[in-house]
Every structure is written in C-alpha cells, then in structure tokens.
C-alpha cells in the first residue's frame, strides 16, 4: 500500500458519459498530481494542484477537469468521453519537489469507454 | 519537448542473464529517476540521480547518471522473476517544473 488511495479501480463507460476519478494522497503530502497512461502515449500528465490551487496544466483536454478539496483529496472529471480516453489514470503525490522526492502513485483507476 | 527515449522497448530473458536499459535525450537534465510499475500497479520509485557520472546500488540494480547529464542507464545483474515490469525513467531539466516520463521498457524474466 503506496499510501495514495484512489477510487474506482476499473470503470466502465459509454461514449458521452461523463465520470469523477477520486484521489486521496499519502497523509501529509500537500501535492496532487494527475498522469494518463495509455499503450501509444505512454505516462502524459495532465495537471497538478498544490494545496488546494492548481499549479501547472500538461496534456489536458478541455473536457477534462479536476480541483482539490480542503481536505487534500482530488477529484478528476471527465466528460463527453471518447472511445479514445479509455486508459490507465493515476494520481501521485509528493512530499516536496518531486525531482528530489519522487512521486508516490496510486494504483490507478482503469476507465474503459464503450 | 522534452523527449526520452527508452530501449530497448522490450526485453525477455532467462532467469540468472543480466541486462542493461538506457534512457538518452538531447536534453540536459538536473534530476533523473527510475521507477518499476507491475501489472494493476502504479510506478515505485527506485532511485534518483543528480550529479553527472553518479553511480548508484539497489542490490542486483544498479543506476548511473551520464556524465553530461543527458543520459541514464539501469543495469540488473542476475535477473529474476520478480524483477519482470515495466522500467521507466523521468527527468526533470531546469527549463520545466514537471518530471518527464520516458517510454518505458517492459522487462520479461522467465523461470
């Protein structure tokens, strides 16, 4: 156990369906960081939040969203969704920077879009 | 874009055969880290490297930053089942404040 909690572990969507992804970070880490991984992409982030605020955007699409609540969990929203957002979402968190600490992963949650 | 690329893309070996995975850019990079992801898992950070030429020991696994900071690679002695997954590297260089993910590289180990 990683201490990053996420939820659900696999879901299955329709196109056009909108679903949360939820993120709890290791107890004491401020920093929330959203990855997709696909076969043909391979670990892409998405976004960051630090303490509440979102701090940097990657690869995200507009239908895709997230915040960070007070008590530190995440959540990821992604809606009108495409066969093409069927991939592995992980959440990571870290202790401070993390080219000095690294990332500590969930899981993942595996969304399969039908 | 940060760019690193991972070979090979994939390996399989027999159980007690050592093997050797590189992680090159073109970029110059002040951090490189390698993590191991098993099926249904996460990435697990192995090991960070920040000083060119740094040599780094996890047991069979051993790490080393190039000299110029654009280049890492993994080396595992004696491999073994347990050491099967997939083996990515990430970089962070000064110009961004995200670590980039290398391609991977799926490792194979069979009894």
């Known amino acids: 156990d990683s201490g990053v909690t996420q939820t659900p572990k696999h879901l299955i969507t329709a196109t056009g369906q909108r679903v949360t992804l939820r993120c709890s970070p290791r107890?004491?880490?401020?920093?929330v960081y959203w990855y997709q991984q696909s076969l043909d992409q391979g670990l892409q982030f998405l976004i960051h939040?630090?303490?509440?605020?979102?701090?940097a955007k990657g690869n995200i699409l507009e239908r895709f969203s997230a915040q960070q609540f007070p008590d530190l969990h995440s959540e990821l929203n992604l809606s009108s969704l495409e066969l093409g957002d069927s991939a592995l979402y992980f959440c990571?968190?870290?202790?401070?920077?993390?080219?000095?600490?690294?990332?500590?992963f969930g899981s993942g949650t595996r969304l399969t879009v039908v | 874009t940060q760019l690193l690329e991972q070979s090979p893309q994939f390996l399989s070996i027999q159980e007690g055969e050592n093997l050797t995975v590189y992680c090159n850019s073109s970029s110059v990079f002040s951090s490189l880290q390698w993590y191991r992801q098993e099926p249904g898992e996460g990435p697990v950070l192995l090991v960070t490297v920040v000083t060119g030429g740094e040599v780094k020991k996890l047991k069979r696994l051993t790490f080393q930053f190039g000299d110029a900071r654009k280049d890492s690679s993994l080396h595992i002695t004696a491999a073994q089942p347990g050491d099967t997954g997939l083996y990515l590297c990430a970089g962070k260089n000064t110009g961004f404040q995200k670590l980039v993910f290398g391609t991977g590289t799926r490792l194979l180990v069979s009894p």
């Open positions: 939040y630090y303490n509440g605020e979102e701090r």
């Open positions: 107890s004491g880490d401020l920093s």
């Open positions: 990571a968190s870290s202790s401070g920077t993390p080219a000095n600490y690294g990332y500590t």
